[in-house]
């Protein structure tokens, strides 16, 4: 290993999500011969540890026996984030849980865990992993942080810390940080009052030939109407609840369409007795996937009801197998589709002007041909060698 740095990168879980994709894709592209790469969770979790490849080294910090073993597989509801439960143990757990970290001496849990002694320490997700990273006693490594959400639209980081100060001096102590977007590095800036001088954007690497590959893949689902999907995490960040209202809305203006949707987590059965409660017969939820591609390459169209984002993998991954989007204004979406929605339809980020584009796609044939047109040009931005030499940049 001589000659080569060895770098730390340091996430929560390889539960399936965007940031975790992420991180899979950048490690298992990144060169070998210049790197000696650890991957870390805090909780040995989630089935895209399986993804890594054999030359990355796999360490975790909690081995927690029941979450350890049920994750091991790519089972559908086990793939989610990880308190996505809703049971009274799950409930009291994440309590118990986010009082922990606000609380924990993470300089302790630094050098009892993280030991070996990297040249360059990453926290590739904002909350834990960076409070853990920040504390750390090795003076001669260089730390990085990576944030992959709007700070001030997604909150979900502040159950960690004491108050916003201490959060605020968590990220300070850093050498670099990276936003998956020029939007979220500004909103961090702005609520934490950053060094802009220590910022950087780096675009998310997306393997491209590997997407398209498997949404080659046959897919057993009958297709009967025009088809809308989306995916990610059943939560609230993802506002899955305001596009069932939507459906509802649009189910009483009678044009024939169906919505799929990919996705496991906290607000599952809420959304399952929405459309229960209103016979929303054309909405399917279809759990995980560990293929998404497939289904994305039969839909008409991709839509994105987030209340906030970073840098959508998922929406890129839209871009690529050349489908027309609709979604809302949230980070990245204009770096991605284009500051006047030249490559996909961006509304305002709200339940009426979402409605209103939707109808708008599912009703005017010339505005639908002409995304779907358009977007296929788009996909020309991602290229994952580029993406991730200028990644590699930082060490």
């Given at each position: 290993?001589k000659?080569?740095?060895k ?5 929560h879980?390889l ?12 490690v298992?592209?990144m ?19 399986k ?13 927690i026996?029941?979450?350890?073993k049920?994750n091991?597989?790519n089972?559908?509801?086990n793939s989610?984030?990880?308190?996505s ?9 994440a309590v118990i ?10 300089k ?9 002694d990297?040249d ?6 904002e ?5 853990i ?7 001669k490594s ?12 997604e ?5 960690f ?19 998956v ?16 001088n ?6 998310n ?10 949404a ?6 009958k297709k009967?109407?025009f ?7 059943l ?5 899955y ?6 459906v509802?809305?649009l189910?009483?203006d ?15 059965e809420?959304?399952k007795?929405?459309?229960?409660e ?15 591609y497939?289904?994305i ?8 009801s ?10 890129s991954?839209?871009v ?9 204004d949230?980070?990245g ?10 490559y996909?339809?961006?509304c ?30 788009r ?6 060698e ?10």
């Amino acid at each position: 290993m001589k000659g080569k740095k060895k770098i730390l990168f340091l996430i929560h879980t390889l539960q399936v999500g965007g940031a975790e994709k992420v991180l899979v894709n950048l490690v298992n592209n990144m060169d070998t011969n210049k790197y000696d790469i650890t991957v870390m969770t805090v909780i040995n979790a989630g089935a895209f540890r399986k993804k890594l490849n054999k030359n990355i080294h796999y360490k975790t910090i909690f081995d927690i026996k029941f979450l350890s073993k049920e994750n091991k597989t790519n089972n559908k509801k086990n793939s989610g984030n990880l308190f996505s439960r809703t049971s009274k143990i799950k409930n009291i757990l994440a309590v118990i849980y986010k009082f922990f970290w606000r609380h924990a001496n993470c300089k302790k849990i630094y050098n009892k865990y993280v030991k070996d002694d990297y040249d360059i320490e990453i926290a590739f997700l904002e909350g834990v992993s960076s409070k853990i990273i920040a504390n750390s006693t090795n003076e001669k490594s260089k730390k990085i942080c990576w944030l992959h959400v709007d700070l001030i639209n997604e909150t979900k980081t502040e159950k960690f810390f004491k108050n916003n100060e201490d959060e605020a001096n968590n990220y300070k102590k850093f050498d670099k940080i990276v936003g998956v977007s020029k939007f979220v590095i500004n909103q961090a800036i702005k609520k934490y009052e950053l060094d802009p001088n220590k910022t950087i954007v780096k675009y998310n690497p997306i393997d491209k030939k590997d997407i398209e590959e498997k949404a080659k893949d046959k897919l057993n689902i009958k297709k009967d109407n025009f088809t809308m999907i989306s995916i990610g995490r059943l939560s609230k960040q993802k506002g899955y609840d305001r596009l069932l209202n939507i459906v509802r809305k649009l189910n009483e203006d009678n044009p024939k369409f169906d919505l799929w949707i990919i996705g496991v987590g906290a607000e599952e059965e809420k959304l399952k007795k929405y459309i229960s409660e209103y016979h929303l017969t054309n909405v399917k939820l279809l759990g995980y996937q560990s293929n998404p591609y497939k289904y994305i390459n039969i839909a008409d169209m991709f839509v994105c009801s987030s209340r906030a984002e970073g840098f959508s993998t998922v929406v890129s991954e839209a871009v690529i197998l050349g489908k027309p989007i609709v979604t809302t204004d949230c980070s990245g979406m204009r770096e991605i589709l284009g500051e006047n929605s030249e490559y996909g339809l961006i509304c305002e980020n709200n339940e009426e002007s979402l409605y209103n584009a939707l109808k708008v796609m599912l009703t005017d044939k010339k505005k639908y041909e002409y995304y779907k047109n358009i977007v296929k040009k788009r996909k020309e931005i991602f290229d994952i060698e580029t993406a991730v030499n200028n990644i590699e940049e930082l060490f």
